[in-house]
């Protein structure tokens, strides 16, 4: 018998507002959404951000085989959080099926949900009727303190401190633990007694990671959101294993969260900042977790002959050096082959020797490590890394 397996998707991970600054396109621009397709085959949907039209646009399943059930959990009503909602292609065909979780605001009353989908579509904001949202809709209302079942899955919610309130989820798979907690600032003891029961244990424990420690204690205070360090000191706390930094601020350019990623990783072991087109697999071969970053994304690639020397840190965090061939070239990025196995998310020095007019000539190049294809040829892997500067 196979393991069972879980696969979650990163469609949206940005806070706030989307951010087209192409200093943020490594880690993406789209706020949260995110997928969890379950063993059982059972698709969740966290939030309803930008991210969710990138998932739609994608939604023909293998074979066009029809996803056996969708279930779409909202957080909160914060623009961020809801703005893909009338962009979800998905919506709009008669024969699909959504359950929508979420919970009542006191700010709208009975069915919520269904109203926000209501003034987000209504004139003159929107130019489709919402008539023209043919799926079936089935909306549930969900409380903090909530626990309840779906097919092989119990989810939990729980209450996180924010504005206006923001529910977190946990859901168990037979093939691991994910707990979302996007939105949520430390200082209400009962509130993050709620964190910690969200994360106790899980496998991947997603935490609001929008400010940085200093920003946190001074002039973001009392803004809803968290840092990385309370992610690490949370995860600690409740033996969660891995920890994903969340709903990155949109001034947060790609060295910034490369930074914060840095400061969280010399104190936990075991963590990713989330990035657009990553996707976690749990269970499988062997434990823990695989994470996959997406490729480049719009790299115009050469057939490369560089000599390189490059430098990084191992999967177990020693150092390394080698020397090796890059083959594969663009302004973006190389794919590299090493027989050391650099650390997904960490910071390669390739040095490349080039012919120029004037002999030889080194260049230094600062990557980042995007993709690892173990195995890709006998003893070596195939790197792929984008360049930073
Ligand atoms: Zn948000
Ligand atoms: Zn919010």
């Known amino acids: 018998m ?6 979650l998707s990163f469609w ?20 949260p959404c995110l997928e969890l397709i379950a063993p059982d085959g059972t698709q969740f949907i966290l939030d309803c951000g930008t991210g ?34 009338p962009f979800f292609a998905p919506l709009y065909v008669e024969n699909n099926e959504f359950h929508f979780y ?6 709208l009353g009975r069915d919520s949900l269904k109203q926000v989908f209501e003034a987000q579509m209504a004139l003159p904001y929107f130019p489709v009727d919402l008539s023209a949202m043919n799926a079936k809709r089935k909306f549930k209302e969900v409380d903090g303190g909530d626990s309840f079942t779906i097919r092989d899955s119990k989810i939990t919610a729980r209450w996180l ?30 509130l993050e007694e709620n964190l910690r029961e969200l994360a106790e244990g899980a496998d991947i424990f997603i935490n609001d990671a929008q400010f940085t420690p200093e920003q946190l204690a001074t002039t973001r205070k009392g ?20 920890l994903v930094l969340f709903h990155h601020d949109p001034d947060s350019t790609d060295r910034m969260v490369d930074s914060l990623l840095r400061q969280a990783r010399e104190e936990f072991d075991s963590v990713f900042a989330a990035s657009e087109g990553m ?3 749990l269970g499988g071969a062997g434990d823990g977790v695989q994470a996959h970053m997406p490729g480049t994304r719009t790299a115009l690639r050469r057939e490369a002959q560089f000599r390189a020397k490059v430098r990084g840190v191992t999967e177990g965090g020693k150092q390394f050096e080698e020397e090796t061939m890059v083959r594969d070239l663009s302004l973006q990025g190389a794919l590299i082959s090493l027989e050391n196995l650099p650390r997904l998310q960490s910071e390669l020095q390739v040095t490349m020797e080039a012919p120029g007019t004037d002999g030889v000539q080194s ?10 294809d173990a195995g890709a040829e006998k003893g070596h892997s195939a790197v792929g890394v984008v360049f930073t500067d």
């Open 161 to 190: 401190n924010h504005p206006q309130g923001c529910l977190g989820f946990r859901i168990e798979t037979p093939a691991g633990t994910v707990a979302y907690a996007t939105d949520n600032e430390p200082g209400d003891p009962k």
């Open 279 to 281: 996707v976690i697999t």
């Open 2 to 7: 196979t393991a069972p397996i879980a696969k």
């Open 223 to 242: 803004w809803g959101h968290s840092s990385w360090r309370e992610g690490v000191r949370v995860a600690r706390e409740v033996g969660a294993k891995t």
């Open 102 to 107: 979420s919970f009542r605001s006191k700010f």
């Open 363 to 372: 260049m230094q190049l600062r990557g980042y490590v995007v993709r690892i």
């Open 12 to 31: 949206g991970v940005r806070g706030s507002t989307p951010t087209v600054d192409p200093a943020t396109w490594r880690f993406g621009g789209n706020t």
């Open 52 to 85: 969710l039209r990138m998932l739609g646009s994608r939604w023909a399943a293998p074979n066009g085989e029809k996803n056996p059930e969708t279930h779409i959990f909202v957080t909160h009503y914060h623009w961020d959080h809801i703005q893909g909602i």
